[in-house]
């Protein structure tokens, strides 16, 4: 492990000058009595905005019918990765320039807002629109709250405290699927939208008057001009031009067309424009290109791309698996990925304990990818006939490498950098990740889709038969096909997952080795640390004094009206 003098010159060759305004320092470290009031608010804040990403996604069937516009019920689901991605690198900024607090608090209320709005629309266009608002929201809150708690506690701790917000966006992501279809099929489609209403609403209250606020410094209108106004634009633009038509191939418009091409090409164009202005126009950059000089940002932040990759793979195929080849509900083909949801959890709580104890992050991360890429290799082999008992085993392998990465890379990437970079790096981390969730279910749904399509041609099955299959594999038990026909079908698919996970292997071993070769274990110490826990304590100090004597106040005050 390098010792902290040589990472701490690391840092510093890392970052270079600061250009453009400074920039207030928010680390606040809490005392553990305040951090357990916040941090449980904190936590269901993640909570509601990993819930709201999958809740609606054994819905929507039931929605395109009672709205009779199944043809467009996708886009309840897109509209909200949409805007969620969208604005990922833009929180990041906002919140150096207008202080943490209140950018939560921000995204906490439209979040909130847009989640009433979905539970009362009366049409398929109003559930859409206010779907993409809830995503501005729900953005805000991932990247917000990463932030935060990077604030709020120590590098060296910070392992454990994003083990447990990798708990919390490992259960939100997996159980959304259950509840939605447990509301769909037992109360109503508009409770998987209510259901973050309370929770939001308790997250805003703990956040309002819990979370330390620092002042940032300046009047409004300075801060406003702090903004990189031409790089939240460009980079909001590029996004969608990116994530629009790779929602569409495949599905509304074929790879090839000019649907998908053309807004894709501007997309990347964008992209190039961005970092013109980045590096040449902006007073403080949205993004600061020099953080990705250091190979050990710049690889952690590929691996968190790849991850996410990978993991909505593992979540959108496994009970889509078991739905086409089992038959299950959208409610049991849930429940059966518990394995997979569990295992993930275990291993993302105790990796950050270990991180902190021993920070020895890389080996973690060399571990977790290792595991999941022979887990991913296992997955290669299942076929129709797979007994359940090996489906559990390979979900446990999954589960025990991927939940060692899913935060970790955080904290490495974290180390490598100074304070004042954390909240810009966290953006565009997680908007990569974002990014590679994206991109995961339009490659494998292409993927799947060619392989079903070539096998099924060679087998003589009729062109518009082909098609509708593709459309739901769900349905092939349904078709009343020839039972010759039914099996040739789900063989086809089955290929089509083998091929998805084989391209998952691949992924997973290129990760592991990039951590092998690039991944360095940097300080997990600062040498301000003591500095700031002692104003943490400070602070909480502060505040109990000025609680009592406004107490007292209103004691006398009480006595004079009662005299």
């Known amino acids: 492990m390098s010792d902290p003098e040589k990472a701490e010159k690391a840092r510093d060759s890392t970052n270079g000058g600061t250009k453009g305004p400074q920039l207030t320092t928010q680390t606040n470290i809490l005392p553990m009595k305040q951090l357990l009031v916040v941090f449980p608010g904190l936590s269901v804040a993640m909570l509601c905005s990993m819930l709201d990403q999958t809740i609606v996604s054994t819905a929507l069937p039931t929605l395109g019918a009672v709205f009779n516009e199944a043809n467009i019920s996708s886009w309840v689901g897109t509209a909200y990765m949409l805007t969620s991605t969208a604005c990922q690198p833009l929180y990041g900024r906002l919140s150096d320039i207008f202080g943490r607090k209140i950018v939560l608090i921000f995204a906490l209320s439209v979040f909130l807002i847009g989640c009433v709005l979905c539970g009362v629309s009366r049409n398929m266009t109003m559930l859409i629109v206010c779907r993409a608002v809830a995503g501005i929201g729900g953005g805000g809150i991932l990247t917000t709250v990463s932030i935060v708690v990077?604030?709020?506690?120590?590098?060296?701790?910070?392992?454990?405290?994003?083990?447990?917000?990798?708990?919390?966006?490992?259960?939100?992501?997996?159980?959304?699927?259950?509840?939605?279809?447990?509301?769909?099929?037992?109360?109503?489609?508009?409770?998987?939208?209510?259901?973050?209403?309370?929770?939001?609403?308790?997250?805003?209250?703990?956040?309002a008057f819990a979370l330390p606020f620092k002042k940032v410094e300046g009047h409004a209108m300075e801060k406003?001009?702090?903004?990189?106004?031409?790089?939240?634009?460009?980079?909001?633009?590029?996004?969608?031009?990116?994530?629009?038509?790779?929602?569409?191939a495949g599905t509304m418009y074929s790879w090839a067309s000019a649907a998908v091409l053309v807004p894709l090409i501007i997309g990347l164009a964008l992209i190039g424009v961005f970092v013109v202005v980045e590096v040449k126009v902006a007073r403080l950059p949205l993004i600061p290109l020099h953080m990705f000089s250091n190979t050990h940002v710049s690889i952690c932040i590929l691996t968190t791309f790849l991850t996410g990759f990978a993991t909505f793979i593992n979540l959108y195929y496994l009970p889509q698996f078991y739905q086409v080849v089992q038959g299950d509900s959208a409610l049991r083909s849930g429940i059966m990925i518990l394995?997979?949801?569990?295992?993930?959890?275990?291993?993302?709580?105790?990796?950050?304990?270990?991180?902190?104890?021993?920070?020895?992050?890389?080996?973690?991360?060399?571990?977790?990818?290792?595991?999941?890429?022979?887990?991913?290799?296992?997955?290669?082999?299942?076929?129709?006939?797979?007994?359940?008992?090996?489906?559990?085993?390979?979900?446990?392998?999954?589960?025990?490498?991927?939940?060692?990465?899913?935060?970790?890379?955080?904290?490495?990437?974290?180390?490598?950098?100074?304070?004042?970079?954390?909240a810009v790096i966290t953006g565009a981390r997680?908007?990569?990740?974002?990014?590679?969730?994206?991109?995961?279910?339009?490659?494998?749904?292409?993927?799947?889709?060619?392989?079903?399509?070539?096998?099924?041609e060679t087998l003589d099955f009729s062109p518009s038969l082909i098609s509708e299959i593709i459309a739901d594999p769900t349905k092939i038990k349904s078709m009343s096909l020839p039972a010759v026909q039914e099996t040739e079908a789900l063989e086809a698919y089955a290929k089509g997952i083998q091929v998805t996970y084989?391209?998952?292997?691949?992924?997973?071993?290129?990760?592991?080795?990039?951590?092998?070769?690039?991944?360095?274990?940097?300080?997990?110490?600062?040498?301000?640390?003591?500095?700031?826990?002692?104003?943490?304590?400070?602070?909480?100090?502060?505040?109990?004094?000025?609680?009592?004597?406004?107490?007292?106040?209103?004691?006398?005050?009480?006595?004079?009206?009662?005299?």
């Not at 259950?178 to 939001?200: A, D, H």
């Not at 090996?390 to 991927?402: D, E, M």
Request: charged residues 15%.
């Open 150 to 207: 990077s604030d709020l506690v120590s590098l060296k701790d910070r392992g454990k405290y994003q083990g447990i917000i990798g708990v919390v966006v490992s259960a939100g992501t997996a159980i959304g699927p259950v509840v939605g279809g447990l509301f769909t099929e037992k109360v109503s489609w508009r409770w998987c939208f209510f259901i973050t209403v309370p929770l939001c609403a308790v997250a805003l209250i703990i956040v």
């Open 224 to 248: 406003i001009k702090k903004i990189d106004g031409w790089g939240c634009l460009i980079s909001f633009v590029a996004s969608i031009s990116i994530l629009l038509p790779i929602s569409w």
């Open 339 to 422: 394995p997979l949801v569990v295992s993930q959890i275990v291993t993302s709580f105790s990796s950050g304990f270990i991180v902190s104890k021993w920070e020895c992050y890389r080996i973690n991360l060399i571990l977790g990818y290792g595991l999941w890429t022979i887990a991913s290799g296992l997955f290669t082999t299942v076929t129709i006939s797979t007994p359940a008992w090996k489906l559990v085993i390979f979900q446990l392998l999954t589960g025990l490498g991927s939940g060692q990465t899913l935060q970790i890379t955080l904290v490495a990437i974290q180390a490598a950098l100074k304070r004042s970079e954390m």
């Open 502 to 563: 084989q391209m998952m292997t691949a992924l997973a071993g290129v990760q592991f080795l990039l951590c092998v070769c690039f991944v360095k274990d940097y300080s997990l110490a600062r040498e301000d640390d003591a500095k700031e826990k002692a104003a943490g304590k400070a602070w909480v100090q502060q505040r109990r004094e000025k609680a009592k004597k406004t107490n007292g106040v209103v004691s006398q005050e009480e006595v004079e009206q009662k005299v």
């Open 430 to 456: 997680n908007y990569l990740r974002m990014m590679g969730s994206t991109l995961a279910i339009a490659a494998s749904s292409a993927i799947v889709g060619n392989i079903v399509r070539s096998k099924l």
